[in-house]
């Protein structure tokens, strides 16, 4: 990344732009971007936090434990996988959660580590990017979405598995 800067920078110099007033321009465009997203950005960290507060996380992770136990998911992992799709913000204090209980060299803290980094936060890029076009008709984008978290999480615990030589 440092280097595609970089060259980035030598181009523009080379091209004799003012990067600074580039910058700023471009700045200024993304402002009305930003404005219309905010909306929708509040709305869902708003969301999450009613989820959380209310108990509801609970009586998610209950009602998927079946699927969770099989896919092989402790149940510590079981709250990471439930919000992940919700709130990224979420989802990594559960991990900071998981690897200061476990510690972040045991099989639960590289199984979640995995996890994050294999699954998205499908309902917030929903609600932020349909949202800020106006699309209200998400087809299959969200059950497709869905399912690739799915699998993620699968091949994460598979590789750590694997990684620990667990059963």
Same mark, same amino acid.
């Given at each position: 990344?440092?280097?595609l800067?970089?060259?980035?920078?030598?181009?523009?110099?080379?091209?004799?732009v003012?990067?600074?007033?580039?910058?700023?321009?471009?700045?200024?465009?993304?402002?009305?971007?930003?404005?219309?997203?905010?909306?929708y950005?509040?709305?869902?960290?708003?969301?999450?936090?009613?989820?959380?507060?209310?108990g509801a996380?609970t009586?998610?992770?209950?009602?998927?434990?079946?699927?969770t136990?099989?896919?092989g998911?402790?149940?510590?992992?079981?709250?990471?996988?439930a919000?992940?799709?919700?709130?990224?913000?979420?989802?990594?204090?559960?991990?900071?959660?998981?690897?200061?209980?476990h510690?972040?060299?045991? /099989?639960?803290?590289?199984?979640?580590?995995l996890?994050?980094?294999?699954?998205?936060?499908? /309902?917030?890029?929903?609600?932020?990017?349909?949202?800020?076009?106006?699309?209200?008709?998400?087809?299959?984008?969200?059950?497709?979405a869905?399912i690739?978290?799915?699998v993620?999480?699968?091949?994460?615990?598979?590789?750590?598995?694997?990684?620990f030589k667990?059963n």
């Open positions: 990344m440092p280097a800067i970089l060259a980035l920078l030598v181009w523009a110099l080379i091209k004799k003012n990067i600074y007033e580039s910058f700023v321009e471009g700045a200024k465009e993304a402002f009305p971007t930003i404005k219309r997203i905010l909306p950005m509040a709305s869902m960290l708003i969301a999450m936090t009613v989820f959380r507060a209310s996380m009586y998610l992770t209950i009602a998927l434990s079946p699927l136990s099989l896919m998911m402790p149940t510590e992992l079981v709250p990471l996988f919000l992940r799709p919700f709130s990224g913000n979420a989802a990594y204090a559960l991990l900071r959660d998981v690897l200061f209980t510690g972040a060299d045991s /099989f639960l803290g590289v199984a979640a580590s996890i994050l980094g294999s699954t998205e936060t499908i /309902f917030y890029t929903v609600a932020l990017y349909y949202g800020s076009i106006k699309v209200t008709k998400t087809r299959v984008s969200i059950p497709v869905l690739s978290g799915v993620g999480t699968v091949a994460a615990l598979i590789f750590a598995r694997m990684m667990v």
